[in-house]
């Protein structure tokens, strides 16, 4: 399973992004997908979820408010939704595929994309 996050660049704080995973596998809509970051030094962070029809989201507390996730299953693609940026929030974001429901922990998830470059500037 190949998954490609793309939409990165360079925001000044309190700006939105918006990131996009996408996948060529047909499969997709069965899947719960997720988004993570990783910023410079620092471990994989769970940034959020969604089921598998859009209907159900989960978001970490720091990006609640902030961040929205969707998808379109019949465009084999998850976005994120990101406002309000802020420095913080400065980090290479990847999708990946959840393996089970309710999943928050980078051991949960699969088929890790490249990631995506995110730097909010103050």
């Known amino acids: 399973v190949q998954l490609q996050a793309s939409g990165g660049g360079l925001v000044q704080a309190g700006g939105s992004l918006k990131l996009s995973c996408i996948t060529s596998?047909?499969?997709?809509?069965?899947?719960?997908m997720g988004w993570f970051r990783q910023a410079p030094g620092k471990g994989r962070e769970y940034i959020g979820w969604i089921n598998w029809n859009g209907r159900r989201t989960d978001y970490t507390d720091s990006v609640k408010g902030r961040f929205t996730i969707s998808r379109d299953n019949d465009k084999n693609t998850m976005w994120l939704h990101m406002n309000n940026l802020e420095p913080e929030d400065t980090a290479v974001y990847f999708c990946a595929r959840a393996l089970v429901n309710g999943a928050r922990t980078s051991s949960d998830f699969d088929s890790w994309g490249q990631g995506t470059l995110v730097t909010v500037s103050s």
């Open positions: 596998e047909r499969t997709f809509s069965n899947w719960a």
